[in-house]
């Protein structure tokens, strides 16, 4: 089982950048997908970002599109989402999540129940 650790999140101001991270236990993930969630209190947990771990094709949630960024580095064990032109209503904490297996139709995974581990999450505060 793929342990996942999360880690940058912090307290900032509108209009800055954070970089959040996601280290896979320091081994190689080989599954299908990584994503990003967000859950802002009592709000229900939702889609951000996901990447295909083979090739790297990307796909956003509308509402961070040309402002965060998903990626992953060279060694496959570490995935990443650059924030940037933070808004108060992006705060909340932040899960990144792991899938193992081919989804059907080879398309993006955006829905929770589809990824099989997650970390601990990460908060992130956007003051106004």
């Known amino acids: 089982q793929v342990q996942l650790v999360e880690s940058g999140g912090g307290l900032v101001q509108a209009g800055d950048s954070l970089r959040l991270s996601c280290a896979a236990s320091?081994?190689?993930?080989?599954?299908?997908?990584m994503g990003w969630f967000r859950q802002a209190p009592g709000k229900e947990r939702e889609f951000v970002a996901t990447?295909?771990?083979?090739?790297?094709?990307?796909y956003y949630a509308e509402f961070v599109k040309g402002r965060f960024t998903i990626s992953r580095d060279d060694a496959k064990t570490a995935v990443f989402l650059q924030m940037s032109s933070l808004k108060p209503e992006d705060t909340a904490v932040y899960y990144c999540?792991?899938?193992?297996?081919?989804?059907?139709?080879?398309?993006?995974?955006?829905?929770?129940?589809?990824?099989?581990?997650w970390g601990q999450g990460t908060q992130v505060t956007v003051s106004s």
């Open positions: 320091g081994r190689t993930f080989s599954g299908y997908a």
């Open positions: 990447i295909k771990w083979s090739g790297g094709s990307t």
């Open positions: 999540a792991g899938r193992n297996n081919y989804y059907p139709g080879g398309v993006y995974v955006t829905t929770s129940r589809n990824y099989d581990y």
